[in-house]
């Protein structure tokens, strides 16, 4: 006989509970947050990114 292994059961509630909470605190994060900020992220990525490109094309001189 093989050998089993038993896992507890999920409870179903919780897992919905934390389903929830975790998408509240999302629209929460996004709808709460200003566009002056969201800009300013944006423009940290723009120039993150800006600063990777410069870097790949001098590699390789």
């Known amino acids: 006989m093989?050998?089993?292994r038993c896992y507890p059961s999920?409870?179903?509630a919780l897992?919905?509970?934390g389903c929830i909470l975790l998408i509240t605190?999302?629209?929460l994060l996004?709808?709460?947050?200003?566009?002056w900020a969201w800009l300013a992220l944006f423009g940290i990525l723009l120039i993150a990114a800006g600063f990777?490109?410069?870097?790949?094309?001098?590699?390789g001189r």
């Open 52 to 59: 990777v490109l410069l870097r790949i094309s001098q590699s």
């Open 10 to 12: 999920q409870n179903k």
């Open 30 to 35: 996004f709808l709460c947050i200003p566009v």
């Open 25 to 27: 605190g999302i629209l």
């Open 2 to 4: 093989p050998y089993e």
């Open 15 to 17: 897992t919905i509970a």
